[in-house]
Nanobody, 114 residues
Framework: QVQLVESGGGLVHPGGSLSLSCAVS????????MRWWRKAPGKVRELVAG????????NYADSVKGRFTISRNNGKNTVYLHMTALKPEDTAVYYC???????WGQGTQVTVSS
């Protein structure tokens, strides 16, 4: 059974940092591209970052470039999103995704507020 389970969300002040994790099971994690998306109320879902199966390639939305870092540990079947210099507009539910199979996690809420 395929499972993607995000964790690490929470409330953080503007300018703060937060790290998200997505633990994967039920498929050969090391063979798949992984992505982080986010969905804010009233906005369309946004692709935040992606990472190739070997972590050789990463890409980011312009809105997070220089502030967010995606990484993965294939030995631990986990993909991460380290977020710094957070802004109120980063508030959203964050989801991890294996796009080649359209597998999704349940999401974790990130709220940036003073």
């Amino acid at each position: 059974q395929v499972q993607l389970v995000e964790s690490g969300g929470g409330l953080v002040h503007p300018g703060g940092s937060l790290s998200l994790s997505c633990a994967v099971s039920g498929f050969h994690f090391g063979s798949y591209i992984m992505r982080w998306w986010r969905k804010a109320p009233g906005k369309v879902r946004e692709l935040v970052a992606g990472i190739s199966s070997t972590a050789a390639t990463t890409n980011y939305a312009d809105s997070v470039k220089g502030r967010f870092t995606i990484s993965r540990n294939n030995g631990k079947n986990t993909v991460y999103l380290h977020m710094t210099a957070l802004k109120p507009e980063d508030t959203a539910v964050y989801y991890c995704n294996a796009p080649q199979k359209n597998w999704w996690g349940q999401g974790t809420q990130v709220t940036v507020s003073s």
